[in-house]
């Protein structure tokens, strides 16, 4: 189960932080991440992080968004927590932020998704 939080309403130019944490899951997840959705759009990758700490990033994100994983010293269930630092936020990062998890390359799991709307 992927629990997501951090969503809201937030004016261009500020900042937001998404959390997901993935409970019931004894081992660390390889893969975590955030997809998005605007309205009327398909859904796109926003970022990943691997557990080495390798990242991608949607070009449309990139310097702007910054994501992270628990730290790789602490509990499993810690480091099973994905994070999304977004910066300098504007109106066409609107839409429902979903939660990634793969467990491998056939199985990934989905959160409920938060929305994030920006206004201005």
């Known amino acids: 189960q992927l629990l997501e939080s951090g969503g809201g309403l937030v004016e261009a130019g500020d900042s937001l932080k998404l959390t997901c944490t993935a409970t019931r899951f004894p081992f660390l997840l390889p893969t975590m991440g955030w997809f998005r959705q605007a309205p009327g759009k398909q859904r796109e990758l926003v970022a990943t992080?691997?557990?080495?700490?390798?990242?991608?990033?949607?070009?449309?994100?990139k310097g702007r968004f910054t994501v992270s994983r628990g730290d790789a010293k602490s509990t499993v269930a810690f480091q099973n927590t994905v994070y999304l630092q977004m910066n300098n936020v504007n109106p066409e990062d609107t839409g429902v932020y979903y939660c990634i998890a793969d467990r491998d390359a056939a199985r990934r799991y989905w959160g409920q998704g938060t929305q994030v709307t920006v206004s201005g």
């Open positions: 992080i691997s557990t080495s700490g390798s990242v991608n990033y949607a070009d449309s994100v």
